[in-house]
């Protein structure tokens, strides 16, 4: 298979911008935030330079990810003939407002027919030094998976309502078992795949992720696979940019070190890539967090694979994090203050739900 993985934005975003420059055919991007900062501002003129030259340029943002960007920010791109949609724009209709929280959160890059991108990975500025995962495919039948994938969510951008069996879906290529989930508690395709490799683990589990499983089920799962003896190991951030969050990842991290998983805490920046390794011979990478949010809640896109070379690769990746990275404290954690116990009291009723 030709791949290549990143992990790190700073090499990420020069590989994107060098394949924008290079389409001569068509480009599609769909991100859930997108910045008018300098690198959003980089990958807008190159689109928009691609729209003029008449090539097939299309931008999938979601709405709330990507809000405020400036209605003004992408008249050109437009006037030059290429297309933009907002997904699920924000609506104050009764009737609708349980879809407000259905949120595109794939990150996926196509050029031409030859290359694409799956990420964790958004367009901001702020996030160049983040330890992300990206897959970088020049693979066929990957790449055109990827545009069908990317084209059904450009089509309903602007639907709160489509018909459910078309759009959650798996599909098999050569090299992944690719899974486009959808917003149901019913469907949570990617909840149900984590759960049946969890259960089929028998030598070792290893995580990394933005959340530490505050879905039950899976948690469960982890737990009762470190109690028949599989060695199971977790990469966070040290501190997560979200105040909440943060309280129940570290009160999630004590449960776990009580149940003889190794948590560790990644020290050089933030941490936001999502994979998971199974027994060194599958893994599982894309845009989903191991949370309420990304299991019930939005469009997620991962890919499993068992591809020699590219579980060895992301295994060095994990590695790599893992040595970057110091060990949760139980003691440490014991002695946090006051204040954030009553906090953790306060989430306890909504804390499956964040």
Not at 14 to 19: A, G
Not at 189 to 216: F, G, S
Not at 308 to 329: G, N
């Amino acid at each position: 298979m030709n791949f290549q993985i990143y992990g790190f934005n700073s090499d990420l975003y020069d590989q994107m911008l060098r394949d924008m420059r290079a389409a001569e055919e068509r480009i599609f991007l769909e991100v859930f935030i997108f910045r008018d900062d300098a690198l959003g501002t980089e990958v807008r003129d190159i689109l928009t330079q691609k729209a003029r030259e008449g090539l097939e340029v299309k931008l999938l943002l979601d709405s709330f990810g990507s809000f405020p960007v400036p209605d003004g920010f992408f008249s050109d791109f437009i006037r030059f003939g290429g297309e933009i949609r907002y997904f699920h724009r924000l609506t104050f209709f009764p009737w609708l407002l349980d879809k407000i929280n259905h949120r595109d959160h794939q990150k996926i890059l196509v050029t031409d027919r030859k290359t694409a991108f799956a990420s964790s990975a958004n367009i901001e500025e702020d996030s160049i030094g983040w330890r992300e995962l990206t897959i970088r495919v020049q693979e066929p039948q990957e790449v055109q998976a990827l545009a069908l994938l990317f084209e059904e969510n450009f089509l309903i951008a602007n639907k709160m309502r489509f018909e459910q069996k078309k759009i959650a879906k798996v599909i098999q290529t050569p090299f992944f078992e690719i899974i486009r989930d959808i917003p149901s508690r019913k469907v949570a395709l990617v909840r149900n795949r984590t759960l049946d490799l969890i259960r089929k683990a028998q030598k070792e589990i290893r995580i990394e992720n933005l959340y530490i499983c505050t879905e039950k089920n899976i948690f469960q799962e982890l737990s009762r696979a470190a109690g028949r003896g599989v060695d199971v190991k977790i990469v966070i951030p040290q501190q997560n940019e979200i105040p909440a969050m943060d309280i129940l990842n570290k009160k999630y991290a004590a449960r776990a070190f009580s149940r003889g998983i190794d948590v560790r805490l990644y020290q050089p920046g933030y941490l936001h890539s999502k994979l998971m390794i199974v027994d060194r011979e599958v893994c599982m990478l894309g845009s989903a967090n191991l949370d309420y949010r990304s299991l019930f809640l939005q469009f997620e896109l991962m890919l499993v694979s068992r591809h020699p070379e590219l579980v060895e690769t992301v295994i060095h990746h994990f590695q790599k994090s893992y040595a970057d990275s110091r060990a949760f404290s139980g003691r440490d954690w014991k002695k946090r203050s006051g204040m954030r116990k009553v906090v953790e009291r306060l989430l306890f009723p909504v804390e499956q739900f964040l």
